[in-house]
């Protein structure tokens, strides 16, 4: 099965830009899309597709992808931006995996 | 509005079949290219896909857990239901349905649960 590689912990301060970053080979053919998880919460989608933002999810989010890595980029990151953030990817057998997550300190 | 709402028990005894119940509204389960998943997260653990169920009826499993998921749909209640067998401690966890949408190039999950903790003991 598909494996999804993050850094567990990322740090950034207030109004700079962070990048998280997901490695694996399923992302060389399929797109990546990421979550937003704040302790106690549901998930939330902020980014899926080449560079698609749900409605309601700040400009501030972005995503990319090159080869074999996904990224979310958060430009001028908030307080309201720490939290823990997975990528998720389906295979080529339609079976899903998620990355272990990046917490995010601002 | 979208919303998903999962239903089951909050205590099961090892070695028994756990059913959970995900109840949506705002969409329909027959709509193309939707569908429903269900995720799990062990305490202080990362997000774990569980298996997903599209419109047409195409499912797909975990690969550690196939032979003791089974996920299915009754469209007319607009409900999806997720059995896992032998429950054991270490599948203590909340569980999460989410919407699935799909394409040929990714799958994403935008409308989720609020999910329910089910813990395993004896």
């Known amino acids: 099965s598909s494996e999804l590689t993050q850094d567990p912990a990322v740090s950034v301060a207030l109004g700079q830009t962070v990048r998280i970053t997901c490695q694996g080979d399923?992302?060389?053919?399929?797109?990546a899309s990421w979550y937003q998880q704040r302790p106690g919460q549901a998930p939330v989608l902020v980014i899926y597709?080449?560079?698609n933002r749900p409605s309601g999810i700040p400009d501030r989010f972005s995503g990319s992808s090159s080869g074999d890595t996904a990224s979310l980029t958060i430009t001028g990151a908030q307080a309201e931006d720490e939290a823990d953030y997975y990528c998720?990817?389906?295979?080529?057998?339609?079976?899903?995996?998620f990355g272990a997550g990046t917490k995010v300190t601002v | 509005q979208v919303t998903l709402k999962e239903s089951g028990p909050v205590l099961v005894k090892p070695t028994e079949t756990l059913t959970l119940t995900c109840t949506v509204s705002?969409?329909?389960?027959?709509?193309?290219?939707?569908?429903v998943t269900w995720i799990r997260q062990s305490p202080g653990k990362a997000l774990e896909w569980l298996a997903h169920?599209?419109?047409?009826?195409?499912?797909s499993y975990r690969t550690s857990l196939r032979s003791r998921l089974t996920i299915s749909k009754d469209t007319s209640k607009s409900q999806v239901v997720l059995t896992m067998t032998n429950m054991d401690p270490v599948d203590t966890a909340t569980y999460f349905c989410?919407?699935?949408?799909?394409?040929?190039?990714?799958?994403?999950?935008?409308?989720w649960g609020q999910g329910t903790l089910v813990t395993v003991s004896s």
């Open positions: 989410a919407r699935i949408l799909g394409t040929s190039l990714y799958y994403y999950f935008d409308y």
């Open positions: 705002g969409f329909s389960l027959s709509n193309a290219r939707v569908g």
């Open positions: 169920i599209f419109s047409n009826d195409e499912k």
């Open positions: 399923s992302l060389r053919s399929y797109y």
């Open positions: 597709g080449k560079n």
């Open positions: 998720y990817s389906r295979d080529s057998s339609a079976q899903g995996v």
